[in-house]
Every structure is written in C-alpha cells, then in structure tokens.
C-alpha cells in the first residue's frame, strides 16, 4: 500500500514566472503529528529529499513536554539562518491519508529559528520510505 | 479527532489555496492554527503555547486543528 498526499498549493496572488504565469506554488508538504509525553500537534512538513534531519521549531518540543536541557547538540545549516544550533530528542511521528496510517520514534532535532515548515529529511522520515513525486 | 474522521487532506489543500498572501499577512510572525479543513484559521498568537490555549478554549482538541508559523513577511512567495 502507498500513502498519497496532494501537494499543498500556496495561492502567490500575482503570476509565477517560473511557473510560466501559474497562480499557485505547489509544495510537497505534507500533514504530519509529532507527538510527545504531553500531547501531540498537527503540523505541515516539507519533504525534504536535500534535508538530513527532521526538523521542529523548540516552541513545538516544549508544547507537547519534551525536555531539552540535556539534549544532544548538534549545528546544522539551514538556509538564510547560516549555522544554528540544534537538539536531538526523540518523538513519535504520524503520518496518514485516507486509508491508512503510519507512526513510528524517530530522532527529531529541535531548533530555536521557526523556518516555513517542519523539514521531514532523511534521519527520522525519509529513511523509512521510498518518495515519489510528481 | 481521529486520522478516520479528519477531512481529506485534499479538501484541506484545496480550501487552503484560497488564501491570499495579502489575507494572511496579518499573521506574519504569529502561530497559526488552521481548521483541519483548512478553511478558516481559528486561533493565532505570537506564542505557541497561547495559541493553543485558544484552540482549548474554543473546545477544540490539538488534533482537531494543523498548527502552522507565517514568517515575518507573511507567506513567502518562493522557498528556496
């Protein structure tokens, strides 16, 4: 079986030149939950085949009680933010469509900038699928 | 809410694509909480952890609701 996500199409509200005049931006993202020991939260994920890691803002790991202070630290580049510094913890990922579902612990690294979306990259997401997209 | 009883994400993609950036630039740098059909935006707040407090008070679950942050500049118009 095959989990399917229409692309999120993000209205730009004038004409897209790359897009040949095109209306919309159409994004592989995707509705993920991650949750931990005090709850869980909805949330939209770009897949990222280019990302390493999965990536939440901090806001988000303190909202559903994951404790950072004792976390792995990492530095990862994350575009117009140069290096940021970043925690690992571990959280419970969900992923559905229409027919089925899939949920699974994955290392997720937590960060103090809020970038447009969570990045669903390799370590945590991609590692568990084969992406197509079209 | 369960996944069984959220509305089709394509529902939630098609009502989202409504939205103008000029609509949502009131709620640049602010959490957003999207209605899980994408329809309306019931809560928003510069603190996440306010904005979900309105999504209790309105006697909604975090799992009814997609919780989304506009950047400064409100949605950015190509992602790179």
Redesign the interface.
């Known amino acids: 079986m095959s989990l399917r996500?229409?692309?999120?199409?993000?209205?730009?509200?004038r004409p897209i030149v790359s897009l040949g005049g095109k209306a919309?931006?159409p994004?592989p993202v995707?509705?993920v939950?991650i949750m931990g020991p005090a709850?869980?939260?909805?949330?939209?994920g770009?897949l990222d085949i280019g990302s390493d890691d999965v990536l939440f803002?901090e806001?988000?790991a303190?909202?559903i009680g994951i404790d950072l202070t004792n976390a792995p630290q990492g530095t990862a580049s994350a575009?117009g933010y140069g290096a940021i510094s970043v925690r690992y913890a571990e959280a419970t990922l969900?992923i559905?469509?229409?027919q089925e579902?899939r949920e699974w612990r994955a290392w997720v690294s937590f960060a103090p900038v809020?970038r447009?979306y969570a990045l669903l990259g390799y370590a945590g997401f991609l590692q568990y699928f084969t992406a197509t997209g079209k | 809410m369960s996944?069984k009883s959220?509305p089709?994400?394509?529902i939630?993609?098609?009502n989202?694509?409504?939205?103008?950036?000029?609509d949502l630039l009131p709620y640049a740098s602010q959490?957003v909480v999207w209605s899980a059909d994408g329809s309306r935006i019931v809560a928003h707040h510069s603190?996440?952890?306010e904005a979900?407090r309105q999504v209790e008070s309105l006697g909604l679950e975090?799992?009814d609701?997609?919780?989304?942050?506009?950047?400064p500049e409100g949605?950015?118009?190509?992602?790179?």
């Open positions: 996500f229409p692309y999120l199409q993000v209205a730009m509200g919309h931006r994004r995707i509705g939950a709850g869980t939260i909805p949330y939209d770009l803002p806001a988000v303190a909202l575009f969900r559905a469509d229409n579902r809020v447009r | 996944e959220r089709d994400r394509k939630y993609v098609e989202r694509a409504k939205f103008l950036p000029e959490w603190d996440l952890a979900a975090r799992e609701v997609i919780f989304d942050h506009l950047p949605e950015v118009t190509t992602l790179l």
